[in-house]
């Protein structure tokens, strides 16, 4: 006798079948069999959907598309068509959408040209620029399910405040991106959508929690998309599929009327920050939200703080920490690190070590905060439909922590001196600087792997101890693994791990296993400096450049790594 699928697997399985159905560009089978490590993205140039101009269109940094829209070049129509074929694409080869409104943005596009053609006049600072988002933001008719089978079939009646802003700009949105369950892993999977791959090396996690928008971002299927962050959920993606990505501090982007079960918790806030291949692009989004929509005004957490511009010194204090002294990172992150330090310092700017501030107990605070409420919260969503926990939920399921409220304020007080004694640490560089000021910077790895096999991250303290903080961070993109450059040396098997958790993470290195996964190294500022993260970036990105060391070249479409 045949047993009866669970309810839950139903409707997952009609929730996935209606998002299939409207994909309306089909790739050729054989595209759909390539190897479960293949680096597909080279798939959308071969495959025959897109024409010359759209894959001009989509291997188009955003603020240039912007500026074509505004010329007349491009009709926002042939642009938004161009990307929903090409996320299309990537859809089937990673699976990283949820929700799909191609037939909206199209319609929406059209509206947008007729408008600029009778009028001369654009529609926003955005006018015709498709932008995706991740799944947790409301927006109108369409779920946010958040990986949850009981949130499924949920429509959104309102929007949340960012999306009313990108639309006031402009903007065209076409698709939501996948998330982990919660939005409580760094990769990116979930029983309602399923597993989220790396477009460059698919037996590898593209990361999380706004893994949907790095792997679409990385297939080009996106010029400009928007993830949130509570412990490494930009950053980490971002690393991972090889792009720029923006961690703010809590009050530069607004936050309000997003989808979670974490509202409420606010010993460690969750921003929203932008990812994309371009760096100019984070700027724009920057700007555009934060000076031409005042969120302060809307969003009650957002600070009256303009986008500002930024003068860097000519010479630059750079703190360098290439171990966080808890986890040491795999050699293709030392390989970005060193190229990087070189090309930094052969630019004229200073280098210093910086002697990392207790990241252990930095991480600890983290994963205080995240499950204060002994995951009840979660717990109460997961067990409404019956569905099974996840693999990486399983220690949230099974935690005993539950602290009182006087237990908490303890620990929110423990975290102030933290923050304390970080800020301390950072100003005491100046004693050595030989100009005798404090570093402006530090460059540090954003995880310790070039991406890493699916269900295997163990390991955000190298992200979560800055939203502990609440410092600025972004990432640069530098380099893919190489199985030759990134080769386990006498030197490498010598180290003597600190932990059981840097032996497994140490252990876990395979350089064939590892081939391509990107590299993307993250610059810190301290709180409300993301205009000065993101200028310390374009430096980075300068000397990487004049090293020879260029993205255009690192993540070229289906380069052989060797």
């Known amino acids: 006798m045949a047993t009866a699928t669970p309810q839950w697997q139903q409707i997952s399985a009609l929730k996935q079948k209606h998002r299939d159905s409207l994909l309306k560009w089909k790739l050729d089978p054989k595209y759909l069999s390539l190897p479960a490590d293949a680096d597909v993205t ?10 010359v101009l759209e894959l001009e269109i989509t291997g188009t940094p955003a603020e240039m598309i912007v500026k074509k829209l505004a010329e007349g070049v491009w009709t926002s129509e042939a642009v938004t068509i161009a990307f929903c074929k090409r996320a299309s694409i990537a859809q089937q080869l990673v699976n990283c959408l949820t929700e799909i409104c191609f037939d909206n943005a199209i319609a929406k596009a059209k509206e947008l040209d007729t408008m600029f053609k009778a009028t001369g006049k654009l529609a926003g600072p955005l006018h015709g620029l498709p932008v995706s988002i991740k799944d947790n933001f409301k927006m109108k008719g369409l779920d946010s399910t958040v990986g949850f089978i009981s949130w499924v079939n949920e429509p959104a009646t309102e929007e949340s405040v960012l999306i009313t802003m990108l639309r006031n700009s402009g ?26 791959t790396n477009p460059y090396n698919r037996s590898l996690t593209c990361g999380g929690s706004s893994g949907g928008e790095g792997a679409l971002i990385a297939m080009k299927g996106s010029p400009l998309g928007i993830g949130t962050d509570i412990g490494g959920s930009v950053r980490i993606p971002a690393a ?8 703010p501090s809590l009050g530069r982007f607004p936050t309000y009327g997003v989808r979670g079960t974490l509202a409420g918790q606010e010993a460690v806030g969750s921003v929203n920050g932008p990812m994309s291949s371009s760096l100019a692009a984070l700027s724009l989004y920057a700007s555009v939200v934060v000076n031409d929509h005042q969120p302060w005004f809307q969003d009650p957490k957002s600070i009256p703080i303009p986008w500002r511009p930024t003068t860097l010194p000519e010479t630059l204090c750079i703190g360098v920490m290439k171990h966080d002294g808890v986890v040491r990172p795999h050699p293709p992150v030392e390989r970005a690190m060193d190229l990087t330090v070189d090309a930094l310092k052969k630019a004229g700017h200073e280098i210093i070590e910086f002697e990392p501030y207790e990241t252990e107990k930095g991480s600890e605070f983290l994963a205080s905060f995240l499950a204060a409420d002994g995951a009840t919260a979660t717990r109460r969503v997961i067990e409404t439909s019956g569905e099974p926990w996840v693999f990486g939920l399983l220690s949230y399921r099974d935690t005993t922590y539950h602290p009182s409220t006087y237990e908490l304020w303890q620990i929110q007080a ?22 005798g000021r404090e570093i402006d910077f530090i460059l540090c790895p954003t995880t310790p792997y070039a991406s890493c096999p ?5 390991y955000v303290g190298y992200t979560g101890v800055y939203n502990i903080l609440d410092w600025s961070a972004a990432t640069i993109p530098v380099l893919r693994a190489s199985p030759t450059l990134d080769v386990r040396t006498p030197e490498y098997d010598a180290y003597k791990p600190l932990s059981t ?43 990487l450049r004049a090293e020879g060391i260029k993205y255009e070249e690192q993540f070229a479409e289906g380069k052989a790594m060797q």
């Open 240 to 247: 991972f599929c090889g792009l720029y990505g923006l961690r």
């Open 414 to 435: 423990a975290r102030t001196e933290y923050m304390k004694g970080a800020l301390d640490n950072w100003m005491n560089t100046k004693e050595k600087t030989t100009s």
């Open 501 to 543: 958790l840097d032996e497994r993470i140490w252990k876990s290195y395979e350089p064939k296993k590892f081939s391509g996964g990107p590299v993307s190294l993250q610059l810190v500022g301290r709180r409300l400096e993301e205009e000065k993260v993101l200028a310390g970036c374009k430096v980075a990105e300068d000397a």
């Open 454 to 458: 699916h269900h295997t991250f163990e």
């Open 42 to 51: 080279h798939v959308p140039a071969e495959c025959g959907i897109l024409d």
């Open 171 to 196: 903007a065209v949105l076409y698709c939501k991106t996948n998330i982990p369950t919660a939005m409580l892993i760094a990769e990116s999977y979930n029983n309602v959508w399923g597993t989220t």
